[in-house]
């Protein structure tokens, strides 16, 4: 049985260093609340340019997109983020440059994708994942990259239609997610960080400021519906965003882009709700993006479960196994077999000694049948083919003592690999299960 973080975050960017700038707090707190954050970035940015010297050879070539996915996934390390995703997979769509570049016409690129086709993708995750808040950017993409502009389009309209079970019900079951939010920053926020910025500009390594509209979401106090204090993750935040080496050059709490325009890092996030029920009283701030949610909207199909230490979780009721997932246990099964004649022939030839190291391999399958069935059945399947043939083994004793040195060691070895079967299939982890997600409650 797969169990389900209660909150889930999804977040849609266009380039590897877009989700670290603008919501790196955002998702390194969830992320440590033990929400699922999910990233999904459309391109990867092949036509960023490259800040470092010794790495200039890879701006314009082939390897930046694979350089910077590098990047993102040292970045999402730093940020405590496992799940991240390239929409429709890696190199689906291409970055389109600055607008009014001829990279814009490429075939290939986000700018020139058919926007239902591009959205099904997201569709898809969405109806997997079962996010209850959106982050994406404006309709201007915050400041009018065509690659952000897209993913704006893209997300919003992948949230209609993960909505609508007339779409594409291959799939998955239609999911609404209940609150979706545009990346801000309160402009007199921005011009007081820009202020402090003109005074320590001396000591930075950067000659020069940006300009308050060279920050993508500027707006008025009056938009700005939500503020995630992330100070606590400020350390996570800038290491997440010097992970993108290539894009990016830090000088805390500065940084710069590949202008050299010092610009500053924001630990405090700031959103506007642009689609739900807002969370907080009439002319205050949410504070937390899921603030007025109803955790358990939607999964009327799914059981609720609480759990020892861990909160209320959604458990989702485990699939019917597919072709795929059952030859998958029957092949666990079989080669639980294969361990346990391998495991009896080795315990009889050293026995005592060689009876721990049989049921040390018997524990490996299991708990390696969990994680390449990413479920708990695999640790069953593997334990079911290995207890069954140690017991025919031992019950049937062909050839003698051929295959135990003694009896007792053979009722040793069917007792032991039973307990070690119990214990594998206690601890291997369903696949998205989430403990620290305790904070839901209040
Ligand atoms: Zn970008």
Known sequence: MT????????????????ESINNGATMARYAAEGALVTLVTCTLGELGEVIPEELRHLEGSAGLGAYRRQELAAAMRELGVEDFRLLGGAGRYRDSGMMGLADNDDPDCLWQAGLDTAAEHLVAVIREVRPQVLVTYDDNGGYGHPDHIQAHR????????????????????PWRIAKVYWNRVPRPVA???????????????????????????????ERVTAAVDGSAYAAAKTAAMAAHTTQIEMAEPYFALSNQLAQPVFTTEFYELVHGERGAGEGERETDLFAGVDLFAGAEKESVMSTGGGGPMLAQPLKPPSAGRAAAYLGLFLLG??????????????????????????AGLFLGGARAARSRGGAVAGAAGWIVTVFVLTTSRPEGDFFFAAESGSYLF?????????????????????????RLGK
């Open 3 to 18: 169990e389900r973080a209660a909150r889930r975050l999804m977040l849609v960017h266009a380039h590897p260093d877009d």
């Open 154 to 173: 893209i997300a919003m309209r992948a949230a209609d239609l993960a909505a609508d079970p007339a779409v594409r019900p291959d799939l998955g079951r």
């Open 191 to 221: 011009e007081a960080a820009f202020a402090r910025l003109k005074d320590d500009l001396p000591g930075l390594p950067f000659d020069e400021s940006a300009a308050i509209g060279d920050v993508p979401g500027v707006v008025g106090d």
């Open 337 to 362: 077999a294969v361990v346990a004649v391998a495991g009896a022939l080795v315990q009889a030839a050293w026995f005592p000694g060689g009876l721990l190291l049989a049921l040390a391999g018997a």
């Open 414 to 438: 069917l007792l032991g690999g039973m307990a070690v079967a119990v214990i594998c299939a206690t601890l291997a982890p369903g696949r998205q299960r989430h403990e620290g997600d305790a």
